[in-house]
């Protein structure tokens, strides 16, 4: 009896829905055939979980040839597909609200009585046109830009990112996000600023829970990264960052590394029982740093231009070596 038009069924290999009667997967093109025993379908050339018996014919064919049978390819259960070009004006942008920060703090600086930081500034040539609390009150402004473009960046990132032959859906969260305001309103002056690696992570965390995994009951993403790690990684990112600004930026891989094993590392999904299981991140240091320093080289051959092209090619190596459950 043929399989009706239209009916679908979850691939054996990566989960996604294809028609019934396909015999290869379009999504992840591993070979499909019928279990001998119960009929099922499972990847061709290997044992059915539910019988333990398998596609004999084929299998059969491959041994009659004289080779031995190899098991089916695991396919990638994550990856990155995106154009780069439309990265450009985002990543542009957080540039020149990164430079405006730098800006405003050092006038703060200079505005401020911190002791021998003002007389050095002031020294260099660095003149308040305005009073410390405006200037304090402007550098916090262009933070919260700052992490408006990141979301934004890191929203793309997100919605390229397939999972099993889907795309993870990410939705708004505006009202967490309003949340999150008010509350970056309220402590980060009354901890002086001391409060940011707390808020950092809470702004991850709600960020994450708006992303979800199709086929996985619209469960969404948890997030376990705590402002005591991104305390730690903060006091670690600026001993290395005179490093990386001698390096004329080559170095700054090292931070982006510090960050991307910390993001990697915190993150857990639901598998197909809905389970949360943390992901699994098994790229290397200097596989990392390699990638880092051309992209890098090329970006500043470019004049900035190959930045969105970087980034991308990131994006796609750690998904490359990110295992999900």
């Known amino acids: ?20 009667s396909a015999v290869t997967c379009p999504l992840c093109t591993t070979e499909l055939g019928r279990c001998e025993g119960c009929q099922g379908w499972i990847v061709a050339g290997t044992e059915c979980p539910r019988c333990r018996k398998s596609t004999a014919v084929r299998v059969r064919q491959a041994a009659e040839a004289g080779g031995a049978v190899e098991p089916a390819k695991e396919p990638p259960k994550i990856l990155f597909e995106a154009e780069p070009f439309p990265l450009l004006p985002l990543l542009l942008l957080r540039l020149l609200l990164f430079a405006a920060c730098c800006g405003a703090i050092l006038q703060a600086v200079a505005a401020s009585s911190f002791g021998p930081a ?3 500034v002031v ?3 660095v003149r308040a046109r305005f009073g410390w609390a405006a200037l304090w009150g402007a550098v916090a402004v262009f933070l919260l830009l700052i992490g408006v473009t990141g979301h934004f960046i ?3 990132r997100l919605k390229h990112t ?12 505006i ?9 970056s309103a309220v402590i980060l002056p009354l901890t002086a600023g001391l409060g ?5 992570a809470r702004y991850r965390q709600s960020f994450y829970h708006t992303c979800t995994m199709p086929g996985r009951g619209g469960k969404a993403f948890t997030f376990e990264g705590t402002g005591q790690g991104v305390l730690g990684r903060c006091g670690l990112s600026l001993l290395l960052l005179p490093l990386a600004i001698a390096s004329g930026g080559f170095l700054l891989g090292l931070i982006t590394w510090i960050w991307v094993k910390w ?9 197909r029982r809905g389970q949360y299981r943390p992901v699994e991140f098994f790229g290397s240091f200097w596989g990392y740093l390699g990638r880092w320093m051309l992209g890098w080289f090329l970006t500043l051959i470019t004049a900035g231009i190959y930045r969105p092209w970087a980034k991308v090619a990131e994006w796609r190596w750690i998904a490359k070596y990110t295992q999900v459950p």
């Open 118 to 120: 003002t007389r050095f």
């Open 154 to 156: 890191r929203r793309f």
């Open 196 to 200: 940011l690696p707390w808020i950092y």
């Open 263 to 271: 993001e990697q590392s915190n993150l857990s999904l639901p598998d």
């Open 162 to 173: 397939a999972m099993y032959g889907a795309f993870v859906e990410v939705k708004w969260g």
């Open 123 to 125: 020294q260099h040539g």
């Open 1 to 20: 009896m043929g399989i009706p038009s239209g009916t679908l069924k979850d691939c054996p290999s990566c989960g996604s829905r294809i028609e019934g």
């Open 175 to 183: 009202g967490a996000l309003l949340i999150n305001l008010l509350l």
